[in-house]
């Protein structure tokens, strides 16, 4: 499956106008004043997850980290877009993580003990749990978000065995993962437009705070700033973060 990739206010002089002259008030507005119309980010386009993958992984991280009265969301956050970093990375093709085991049930303080990189773990476990749903008739993205939250806790407690990873294994990487994306650096692929560094009141990656040393018993306010930030306010996701394989 491939990857997944104005309002014109008139014044009453030109209402007139139009009744006079209807030919004339049909004629669609000019070019250059529908472009002026802000239009929303574009979705990045996915390198790792395909379509199936993408309508599981985006209602799910919406749903770890919904929006709210506090401010925006995953996906708002761009967090699925870390994800696929990350995933189609060498972090997410295991270039750092021992696989020569034995692959036995180690106990929690040992940590991770699947043969699995993380890009196959996912893999594996994204595509069982399509299984899983397709045979009750209805994706992920289809359902409730009550029904969602449901699906969620059912993985969390582990209750599926997906392909041969533990749902409590692949729930908690994902929701470890989400919150990475939801408050690191944008370089990173997530955090958009510093959404959630603003929310927190977190200043970012300034270099000195030469100007503010002295001043004492003050809030420290400043908009955020990206390690990948120009001069222009624009952050450059850089190509290699994550490091690509090979």
Known sequence: MPPAVALVAGSTEAAAAAAHHPVK????????????????????????????????IEPACERLIPA?????????????????????GA???????????PWIQGTASQGYQLPFTPAELFRTALRAIHSDLAQRGSAFNELSTDAQDDYLKSLEKDNHDLDGVPSAVFFDMLLKMSIEGFFSDPVYGGNRD??????????????????A??????????????????????????????????
Do not use: C
């Open 213 to 246: 040393i002295d001043r004492h018993g003050v809030k420290f306010e400043r908009e955020p700033l990206s390690i990948g930030e120009d001069g222009h306010g624009n952050v450059h996701v850089h190509p290699e973060i994550p490091a690509s394989v090979g």
């Open 25 to 56: 008030a049909a004629t669609p507005a000019p070019a250059a004043a529908a472009a002026s119309v802000p239009k929303p980010p574009e979705k990045p386009p996915y390198l790792f997850f395909n379509v199936a993958e993408v309508q599981f």
């Open 194 to 211: 510093m959404v959630a560094w603003r929310m927190i009141g977190f200043p970012g990656a300034y270099a000195d705070y030469y100007e």
């Open 91 to 101: 972090w997410g093709a295991g270039e750092r993580l021992y696989r020569s085991g």
């Open 68 to 88: 709210d009265e506090s401010g925006a969301g995953a996906l708002a956050a761009g967090v699925p877009n870390y994800l696929d970093k990350q995933l189609g």
